[in-house]
């Protein structure tokens, strides 16, 4: 069984600004998504569980749309210890909306999911540079596989899964099948740090990378994009 973690190289807040009404960042100060980093300890944690627990293993793909900057976020997956990556070649994420960026992902589900089965697609909560979080709902909705948000604890047995969601009242508990498309919340556990030698080691990993073409589709034209931006007005005050 597979399960996929979707990754996002995104701008270091501290290099965003506004120049000429547009917003604009240090090409040298990309990270991954934070959130993400939630996405991939939750697949990495429950994969270790279940070689503890039950015999059946998981292994673990993380992917990535976007040029060759998108690579950074895959090579911190991969000094966290997942062991698989791959790049969907295609515009730079600030040029696509969230709908497009669904039906690539969703497209290179469905060919890992021919090769061999996909149990979970795991998403960070939101981006930290658009923060729409609407990117897993829409992937689940082309998939048509149920989609769970802030998940917060992923127990399976067989084809059975206990899931909880963090709510503000709470947690709230679920029992659904897979496949399953789900938005990770921070009570999934704290990401690891990777060490000096993984991140040494993932820099000389190589990366396989897939086009548009190898998946068979031309995604829909963006139906959002960014309009001019402007910082808030000035305001001087005063503490007494």
């Not at 930290?128 to 604890?153: E, K, M, N, V």
């Not at 998946?215 to 001087?236: D, F, K, Y």
């Amino acid at each position: 069984m597979k399960i996929v973690v979707c990754v996002k190289a995104t701008p270091a807040l501290e290099t965003v600004r506004v120049e000429n009404g547009k917003i604009v960042w240090d090409a040298n100060a990309l990270i991954i998504n934070p959130w993400d980093e939630y996405a991939l300890e939750g697949a990495l944690a429950f994969s270790e569980w279940k070689q503890i627990a039950e015999p059946e293993t998981f292994s673990i793909v993380a992917i990535s749309v976007g040029d060759a900057s998108a690579e950074i976020a895959l090579r911190h997956a991969l000094a966290m210890g997942i062991q698989e990556t791959i790049r969907i070649a295609g515009p730079p994420p600030e040029e696509l909306d969230t709908r497009a960026t669904a039906h690539i992902l969703a497209a290179a589900v469905r060919k890992i999911h021919a090769i061999e089965p996909v149990a979970m697609v795991l998403f960070g909560r939101q981006s930290i540079d658009s923060d729409s979080g609407l990117t897993a709902a829409q992937t689940a909705r082309l998939l048509g596989w149920p989609s769970i948000s802030s998940l917060s604890t992923i127990k399976s047995a067989l084809q059975k899964v206990r899931l909880a969601r963090t709510m503000e009242e709470g947690r709230q508990i679920l029992n659904t099948r897979f496949p399953i498309v789900c938005s990770v919340a921070k009570d999934i556990g704290t990401p690891r740090y990777p060490s000096f030698f993984a991140k040494r080691r993932a820099e000389r990993t190589p990366i396989p990378v897939w086009t548009l073409d190898d998946l068979g589709i031309t995604p829909p034209p963006p139906l959002v994009r960014w309009g001019e931006a402007s910082l808030p007005p000035e305001q001087e005050t005063a503490c007494e």
